[in-house]
């Protein structure tokens, strides 16, 4: 056993405790496979892709639901083309029960395709707590977004916490995913000197091939350089083999300071592989947890 590994194993394992998961509405046949590796309660994300129409996305809350989850679906503000289509998905949603929690997004449009501009000005209609929403994510970027300036993501983040407070709403923030601790954890930091406390949950890449995970960074701006590939465990000069985020976890851990970084969670992204992630992520649970229990008992007398 890594003596590193023991010590990092019981902050990692809290660290998990809540963490969430990422599913697009084609992943419901994913879940029901993969339910039985997801505690009970789980906070389970649903994407607002452009080819999924509303009943796809409903129909993947429900499953959620009904499995024993937390279904959190996706809005995208951008892409609504009406007020009329975001009532109308808030009221399906209030139907279904599934309503109390979403995740708002500006969404991929570079041009809106309805009268939302981003997600703050879909939290300011005040049409999620109408429709009984009660919680409310927003995101964080904390290398930096390819499309938006570093002031503007300041200026958003703090917007938006503010008004989810000011419309009675409890929120957190959702990161994107990054293959270092140090950038993510400063970010953090920064986050909480600005004033603001709401919960964060770290974006953590789930395994995946590597080519995959590569393609999804340079779409996302994350940092890739070959410095950062050998602390994450992977070469960017091979890309035929996969990847996990232990070495990321536990990274986080060790440097994971409550005073200075306040409540952190974990969020993990699937890359459509809600069944590997939910695999990974009970397996490494155990390791940890058998860590813990060898770190406690010491040596063998």
Not at 216 to 230: C, D, E, L, N, P
Not at 261 to 270: A, E, I, N, S
């Amino acid at each position: 056993m890594d003596s590193l590994s023991a010590a990092s194993a019981p902050v990692v394992l809290s660290l998990l405790e809540d963490c969430s998961l990422e599913m697009t509405a084609k992943d419901v046949s994913q879940l029901e496979e993969a339910r039985i590796r997801i505690p009970p309660g789980t906070r389970i994300n649903i994407t607002f892709l452009g080819n999924e129409d509303l009943g796809m996305r409903l129909t993947a809350a429900r499953a959620v639901r009904r499995h024993g989850f937390t279904p959190v679906p996706h809005i995208s503000a951008r892409r609504l083309r009406a007020r009329s289509e975001l009532v109308e998905l808030l009221a399906a949603l209030r139907s279904d029960g599934t309503d109390g929690n979403v995740f708002v997004v500006g969404g991929d449009p570079a041009t809106p395709h309805g009268p939302y501009d981003d997600s703050l000005t879909l939290i300011r209609t005040g049409l999620l707590q109408e429709y009984g929403v009660r919680h409310v994510g927003i995101s964080g970027y904390p290398e930096g977004h390819p499309a938006i300036a570093d002031p503007v993501l300041w200026s958003a983040i703090e917007d938006k916490t503010t008004a989810l407070a000011q419309g009675g709403l409890y929120g957190d923030v959702i990161t994107q995913f990054g293959f270092d601790a140090d950038p993510v954890l400063t970010w953090v930091e920064t986050v909480r000197k600005r004033g603001i406390d709401t919960p964060v949950r770290i974006g953590v890449p789930g395994p995946a091939g590597i080519k995959r995970l590569m393609t999804y960074a340079a779409r996302f701006g994350v940092g890739t350089s070959t410095s950062i590939a050998k602390k994450y465990g992977f070469s960017i000069t091979n890309l035929m083999g996969t990847a996990g985020p232990d070495r990321f976890l536990r990274a986080l851990a060790e440097r994971y300071d409550a005073r200075r970084h306040g409540v952190l969670k974990l969020h993990f992204y699937t890359f459509g592989g809600l069944g590997a992630t939910s695999q990974w992520l009970s397996d490494f649970r155990s390791d940890e947890e058998r860590d813990e229990l060898h770190a406690r008992s010491g040596p063998a007398s």
